[in-house]
């Protein structure tokens, strides 16, 4: 079951002190005062490290993530937290903890805790003022970047995520840069929230037009002035776009260049990734609701000869997923080389079946593929200032682009495909050329 694993969300309970209209964890008072028992805890870590062994030695050193999840996982008892590490670790040599938190129920001992153990807590929240911040609850705000503070005094960072709703669309990159600031970061993650209770797409959803001129377009266009990328998912569409067009690698899971456990077309739910609830069962990734049996892979007691049952759990998902990229035609799709695919989780919970959504995935991701394909000279002289590629000016409209070491060869027939892009030969090494058009 944990054979290929190297991420553990261990919803601890799914219990939690707030209410947030988009949570993915559907009715949490039924889950009040749960909290995930020492024993049960002790068989999951034994279940891994059995499971590890019986598929290679090497896999041994494969580090696990095992991310403090819920509902709220400051809710479980501090001294229970210390002792579920303590015991992970001496289990596990390479083991790396982690924590998502909505950072509303911090202490002064907790926060000892988390600098002891080296977790730096992704938090969630929707903005730097309550306006912001009323899908989750009115007094978070406050209470939030006090907590902050709190943390930073005992050395621990935290990231945030912001959930992009309804509220905070219009305002998104003030928001982020607030945050940015609040936080000492370079960059933020910005999700957009999908509804997953009801298929009204009014509440709190937003249109793949808003992500566009909203979020999309003011966050190129500051990377155009500044050269700097202050949003982790946009970041991401970026790399996929240079790494295609510049050295002809595409987003295929088949070839070992895509990172991360979303954002390719089968992501890593259910395999490299799974959700361990309080009560043992196992789910493929945190974004699913134990409410839906399709993801569940058995509990941790379940006998799972070589991973078969579970690795044919996960892969009856990914045939679900594959039939709509089919219909879909994603394989010739313009935006193929930027897409995300969509989250199978969120499009389940929301209409029972697995779906490609076309009016927010799809018409979202095929705008900023043509926006990057028509801008794509002057985005790439922004883009490579932000990565301290060195850019060096040849004439009013030329420069060239050199590679830093380390990166695949240019491809060439890939970038004779984008307008005003050539590969020069300067002192016996290939640069890029580009004349703005
Ligand atoms: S795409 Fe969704 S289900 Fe897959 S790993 Fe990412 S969050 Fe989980
Ligand atoms: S935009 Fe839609 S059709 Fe194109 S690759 Fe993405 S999911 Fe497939």
Redesign the pocket.
Known sequence: MFENVHEIILKVTRDCNLRCAYCYVRNKDRYRGERMSFALFKRLIDRYVLDQQKNSPDRQKQTLSLIFHGGEPTLLDTHELIRFMNYARRKIPYIQFGMQTNLTNISAELAIILQKYGISPGISADGWHSRFNQLRTRRQSKTIFRNVRLLKQYGVNCAPLIIINKLNIRSILTNIQRMLKIFGLQDIKANYVENIYTSDPAYPEVSADELITQLFLPVINQLKKKQVIVETNIAGMLDRFFQTSLFGVNNDPDKDNVSGNCYMKFCAGGNNIVEVDADGAVCSCGRWDAVHEVCQLGFINTADPWGLRSYGKAACLQIQKARQ?RK???DI?P??NI?S??CLAFAYAKYKDFR?R?EL??AY??KAKKYLQENSSLILKAYAGARQWPVRKIHKKIFTVELPAGFPPLNEAQISQMPGWSVVNVDGQNLLQVILC
């Open positions: 990229l879909k035609h994603c799709c935006a193929q897409c695919y969509g490609i076309e995935v799809c991701h095929l």
